[in-house]
């Protein structure tokens, strides 16, 4: 993941992801958190999230993850593009994330923190480092095309 960069933002923070070697920034000014309620369980969700095949089942368009830390994803047809920067099983997604049309090698941050609720999982998402401008768009576009899809699962 050389070359990764944020979106530009008020203030930043430099990370090294020590898995992979990446650097990352967050920019502080541009961050969606959403909390989720699912009534499929956390490895059900895990699952989900890092199967191309179920992922690509869930949203019916073109879909390829490498579900490993550094492996590359392309969801949507190719919209959104990135790298898995960390991987706790069933517990913790962290990708590099980014819209194909952003300036290549920008890219910003997706957590998903998933944690057993009675039945279910809740999902605990925090996006950061995106350009501000595209928050509202974002924030609709994660319950329109993720949690929706990730509300079928039983």
Known sequence: MAGLA??????????EDTTTGATAAAASSATIHQEIDLAASPDRIYDALLSAKQFGALTGLPTEIAAEVGGAFSCFGGHIVGRTVELVPNRRIVQAWRV???????????????????????????????????????????????????????
């Open 6 to 15: 944020v979106a530009s933002g008020a203030e930043r923070a430099e990370a």
């Open 100 to 154: 194909a049309t952003w300036p290549e090698g920008v890219y910003s941050i997706a957590r998903f923190e998933l944690r057993l609720q009675h039945a279910g999982t809740r999902v605990i998402f925090d996006h950061t480092g995106f350009p501000p401008e595209l928050r509202d768009h974002l924030a609709a576009g994660w319950e329109d095309h993720y949690w929706k899809a990730l509300r079928t699962l039983k």
